[in-house]
């Protein structure tokens, strides 16, 4: 038997939607300043998405202390847990002098230290969208000309965020409070997109002694190589999975002064074939992307038909070193880097890593040779 909210919010692909901290912070606030002006308590309230859609939640530990109220909404996302699934929102209302809706942030919400986010420094981690939504739906219910502060907390805040990305983020002391449409989409590529977008521009907007680079990595092996090889900044390195060429086209539009790739060899040699989803349903032309390029570095006509039998991308590692070929990996890196470059139309200088699942550099385009020690040393060209 399905939830009442569930049904309202609908099912894609057959996954439940949820909602966001976003939603959940807006009933809670608009249930608060119910209790507040009414002095009883509530069970549930209505909010209105910002897209259009009504729905309504139940509140939790509704309670008044003195002269504010305060209850809770507790977060479900439905088939797409995340690090917040399931905890309590809390809101508490206070009557103020000034008319209109205060909003601040309690226990357990984080506040920003760095530029390149929705939000600005020093301020509570309440986004833009559920701010609003805050405002509109605590002013629906407060009688004219009154005043209200909403404080937003989470007491368990602190200790989730830690399993977040807010720490890397600059956003300390506990989670964010987000939602751009109020709804948490079962394994959201669009949220994943979002995402990607939101770690790139506060990667360009961090104060490094490189301003405006970014470093790109499809997953772990990236990430292991340029933090523990080169020292790059964990607050410059973006985790981009399969979507490299929505990730290149983000830079350019967070006004990234440069982007280096690093990335297993597999990846970039379907990237260097001219695939910018890197994901296996659209296509796979790692061995051929390999083979070519040893062919070109001299490989015999057997070699190349033992790469091409290869079940793997790493195996051909092995071989390429074995007859003396290492020099296929820059190549693939050169290629690489054409193809990025290309799709940017040469707007942004670029820099290309090729590894081995140990992390290890094969090969780089421009070349980076062993003397480089740090990542404010390694070359990029357009």
Sequence with gaps: ?????????????????????????????????????????????????????????????????????????????????????????????????????????????????????????????????????????????????????????????????????????????????????????????????????????SAVAFDSSRPGAVFLVPGYVGEQCLRERFQVPGELVVRIGDHVGHALTSCVSAGAAEVFLYGHVGKWAKVAAGLFNTNCEFGDARLETLAACAGAEGATKEQIREILSLPLAEEAVLLLRKWNLSSVFSLVAERTHMRCSLLLGGTVPLGVGVLSLEGEVLGSFPAAGKEIRTWTELPSSE
């Design 1 to 201: 038997m399905g939830s009442p909210v569930f049904d309202s919010l609908g099912y894609t692909g057959g996954m439940r939607r949820g909602y966001t901290t976003g939603s959940c912070a807006a009933a809670a606030a608009k249930g608060a300043a119910m209790m507040l002006f009414s002095r009883e308590t509530v069970s549930s309230v209505s909010i209105t998405l910002p897209g259009g859609q009504g729905i309504t939640l139940p509140l939790e530990e509704c309670s008044f202390s003195g002269a504010t109220a305060r209850c809770a909404v507790r977060k479900d996302s439905g088939d797409d847990p995340d690090g917040t699934d399931g905890m309590l929102i809390f809101a508490r209302a206070r009557r103020i002098e000034n008319s209109g809706v205060r909003i601040s942030g309690g226990p357990g919400i984080g506040r920003i230290t760095r530029k390149g986010l929705p939000v600005q420094p020093g301020e509570w981690a309440i986004n833009p969208g559920p701010r609003r939504m805050i405002e509109t739906e605590v002013g629906s219910v407060m009688p004219p000309g009154q005043g209200v502060e909403i404080t937003i907390s989470a007491p368990e805040g602190e200790k989730r965020a830690k399993n977040t990305w807010n720490p890397r983020l600059g956003i300390e002391g506990g989670i964010s409070i987000l939602g751009t449409t109020g709804i948490v989409e079962p394994k959201s590529t669009a949220a994943y997109l979002s995402s990607i977008d939101l770690y790139i521009s």
